[in-house]
């Protein structure tokens, strides 16, 4: 295993000095084991800046674990993350936080049921940015506006659909102006019409030149939102590509047969 000594930071390595510059987020070698079971093997994924990710693949593939790894959100057993160049996480040694550098969405929106739209958005600039509150405030607001939701700013959550909430979790994440959006299944909890308007969110923040990396069932959205495609299963990435050749010429006899069934469906 390998294990580096605790406390200390890891020099930063050649490879990741020099692609600082194109290259937002470097998982190497990412190995992950719970209880002694091996689900992520030694993953490599670099993401340059600007680039719509859509990571597919079968329920239990590793997706949401390597999306949770390259957040830093957990240890790994091997391997390294390196966001924007600085080490984020290495083996041997609790990850650390990219504070609001890196914003991630789930499936769960997980809003604080009290507060409402424009408090939810603007908690954690107050809190851990210390922004006055009319200026936090303002800035939840063209958030918002953004993604849609000026006429529900001063609505709780209950008030709002699971769409306008996932919304609301988008403009949460972004009040912290993140360099890198990860979004695990952001629409799979929503009904068909909800899920449009995310997905065109998700859009805009993409064309707006975000880098985004984002765990999807959605096809349509690989399609046509994604400039490459990730394809898991068993822990490894199978194939990586541009979307249109892993779509329409899947190299691998298991991209295809995930696509054909996908597809089917
Ligand atoms: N906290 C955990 N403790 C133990 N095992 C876990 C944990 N999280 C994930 N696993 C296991 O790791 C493997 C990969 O899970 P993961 O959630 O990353 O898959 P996934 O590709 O996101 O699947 P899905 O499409 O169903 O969300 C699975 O076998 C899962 O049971
Ligand atoms: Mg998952």
Redesign the pocket.
Known sequence: MNQAPGGTPAPATADLTTSRAATVLLGQGMTRT??G?T??HGVDLSVPRGQTVAVL????????????CLAGLEPLQEGTVAFQGELLSRAGAAPRSAGGRIGMVFQQFNLFPHLTAAQNVSLAPRRARGVPRARADEQARALLARVGLLDHCDHYPYELSGGQQQRVAIARSLAMGPELMLF??PTSALDPEFTREVLSVMRDLADSGMTVVV?THEMDFARRGADRIVF?AD?RIVEDGPAEDVLTAPRQERTRRFLDQILSE
């Open positions: 719970y209880h079971r689900v992520l693949g079968p329920s239990g593939a590793g997706k949401s674990t390597m999306l949770r695990d299944e765990v898991m822990g």
